[in-house]
């Protein structure tokens, strides 16, 4: 489905930064939209990029964004909040998706650990919080995955 310029502002409201701006950016601008429109399931097309609040950067469904606590953007409500456990099976599951991490390949982490168990668990991203067990390894370099450390996924 092709957003419009309405809908993309409602999301982009809820945007403080990009991964341009502010590392810890972990949450794919395309699920700030889907949660902004209510619309699961759907597939979501920006007509142009959105811009980033913060620094201008471009912004497109998969930019990595940090969600609100500029003035005017939404602050999500703790109450609002998901806190998933991640047990060690699940563990081991997401960490069999990790070919390296931001510790041996600097430039080409890009995503979250977080995110891999988002696409494991089904969880919202946009509301969730991940506590895993223990941290996970790099299959790369060995060293220990956190939820937010970024890795690389092939």
């Known amino acids: 489905m092709a957003v419009g310029q309405a809908s993309m502002l409602k999301a982009l409201n809820r ?8 590392k810890t950016a972990s949450v ?7 949660n902004a429109l209510r619309s699961g399931g759907t597939e979501l097309f920006l007509s142009c990029p959105a811009e980033c609040p913060r620094c201008g950067s471009s912004i497109v469904e998969k930019t990595l964004v940090r969600v609100g606590t ?7 409500n ?6 998933v456990f991640i ?15 931001e510790y041996c390949e600097p430039e ?3 995503i979250s650990f977080d995110q891999v168990l988002d696409g494991i668990t089904g969880c919202d991203p946009t509301i969730t919080e991940y506590v895993i067990c223990h941290p996970a390894r ?17």
């Open 15 to 22: 945007v403080a930064a990009c991964a341009v701006c502010d």
């Open 28 to 34: 794919p601008f395309e699920s700030v939209l889907i």
């Open 70 to 76: 500029q003035p005017g953007c939404f602050e999500p």
């Open 78 to 83: 703790p109450e609002d909040t998901d806190v």
């Open 87 to 101: 047990d060690q099976p699940t563990l081991l599951e997401a960490q069999m998706f990790v070919s390296a991490c």
């Open 108 to 110: 080409r982490a890009e």
């Open 138 to 154: 790099c299959s790369q370099c060995n060293h220990d995955v956190m939820e937010k450390t970024l890795v690389l996924t092939e």
